[in-house]
């Protein structure tokens, strides 16, 4: 009987301790660039010469060139990631040196938002993401405002 007892003392014991999960503030993104964004995206990859590219149905264009292992992604996760962000012009506008970065999925951009879940672990993909999945109209310190961004992603961790 006492056994008994001591076990359900314990039990309670570690219900009561137990954290509850916190819920997700970030939801899956549902953004959808309007056709001409899309139709630039599309007139840029031709111009490129860039052939393969996915379109997502956000109107995000992607290439995976390496898909990964394990899990993809969700919002909340913090993604550890090596990158190189680009404008149609060729122009480096932000890129990682030497260390990864850190972000959680959930508070960046819709394309990466969008592109990354594309990917697992040790994936590598290239996003060609449209002005209104981007900065918009507005721009962001060195891009300007409409512009359609070109990321080169690695996803080295998920945490």
């Known amino acids: ?3 008994i007892s001591l076990l359900v ?3 309670g014991i570690l219900l009561t301790t137990c954290k509850k999960e916190e819920s997700c503030p970030y939801k899956d993104p549902i953004a959808v660039a309007p056709a001409s964004e899309v139709l630039a995206v599309e007139q840029y990859l031709a111009t490129a010469g860039i052939t393969g590219a996915i379109k997502h149905p956000s109107g995000l264009y992607y290439k995976i060139t390496a ?6 992604p969700a919002q909340c996760n913090q993604i550890g990631i090596m990158y190189k962000g680009m404008l149609t012009n060729g122009t480096v506008f932000d890129q990682t040196t030497g260390q990864m970065a850190v972000f959680t999925l959930g508070q960046l951009i819709e394309g990466w938002k969008i592109g990354i ?3 697992k672990t040790s994936g590598k993909i290239t996003l060609y993401i449209p002005p209104s999945l981007g900065y918009g109209p507005t721009g962001n310190s060195s891009i300007p405002g409409n512009s359609i961004l070109i990321f080169d992603v690695e996803l080295l961790a998920i945490g």
């Open 67 to 72: 898909a990964g292992t394990g899990n993809a």
């Open 117 to 119: 879940p594309l990917i």
């Open 9 to 11: 003392i314990l039990c």
């Open 1 to 3: 009987m006492k056994k």
